[in-house]
């Protein structure tokens, strides 16, 4: 499963990469403005520097909500890098771009997605990847991981090449959920990253060996 890191803050992305284990970034306008990335000429700025610090997939969002605006700005994203992957919502026009985008061979990611019947129409459309929100469903009283195997199911019934991206991770159950159900990408933030690390065993284990290895020098 490929880990992507959600969050627009440089020293996050910079921490995961470090930790070698980094396939990407996704981001969004809500994302943008938490790091304070206002006006277009400085989020582009800051696509570019994401790219610059990462090897993978860094997904970029349109703001258009209309087919022309979000195929202009989209083809200004990707020209910005060969990282980056339009991220489109889950509309009909967002539907309809993303078929321009996969028939001239550039990257997107269909998001906002929330049902079976919205992952196939992103799957037709030819979608890279498509981002169920699992935290946002779990927030509603909605399983968020049923709607992972779900797709899952759908996709590999019909060999859809299309990556589900499970989105709005929120904690490391969710990673280990979805790697387990089979989701090709998970993004999510740091914390939940840096969780998977953790086993009070392990801080043991290493204490006495530590301790062990003193006695004797
Ligand atoms: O990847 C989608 C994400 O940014 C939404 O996460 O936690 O706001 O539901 P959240």
Do not use: W
């Not at 969050?7 to 992305?13: M, V, Y």
């Not at 809500?30 to 206002?38: H, N, P, Q, V």
């Not at 006006?39 to 570019?48: A, E, L, R, V």
């Not at 990556?163 to 159900?181: P, W």
């Amino acid at each position: 499963m490929k880990f992507f890191i959600d969050t627009a803050n440089l020293d996050q992305i910079k921490e995961a990469q470090a930790l070698g284990i980094l396939d990407g970034v996704t981001t969004n306008p809500s994302l943008m403005a938490k790091e304070g990335i206002t006006g277009h000429d400085n989020i582009m700025k800051h696509y570019k520097t994401i790219c610059e610090i990462v090897d993978g997939d860094v997904s970029a969002e349109v703001i258009a909500t209309d087919y022309d605006g979000m195929v202009s700005e989209g083809e200004a994203l990707a020209d910005l890098d060969p990282q980056i992957v339009v991220k489109l919502p889950m509309i009909a026009d967002g539907v309809k771009a993303c078929k321009y985008f996969s028939d001239k061979g550039i990257k997107t990611n269909v998001t906002l997605i929330f049902s079976a019947g919205q992952a196939l129409l992103a799957a037709k459309a030819g979608a890279t990847y498509m981002s169920p929100f699992i935290g946002r469903l779990d927030d509603i009283s909605t399983d968020g991981l049923g709607l992972i195997e779900e797709i899952r199911l759908i996709y590999d019934n019909y060999g859809y090449e299309t990556q589900i991206l499970a989105a709005s991770v929120r904690h490391t159950m969710h990673i280990i959920d979805c790697a387990k159900i089979g989701a090709d990408v998970m993004t999510g933030p740091l914390s939940a990253i840096k969780g998977l690390l953790k086993h009070p065993l392990t801080d043991i284990g290493l204490a006495q060996f530590l301790a062990d290895y003193k006695k004797g020098n």
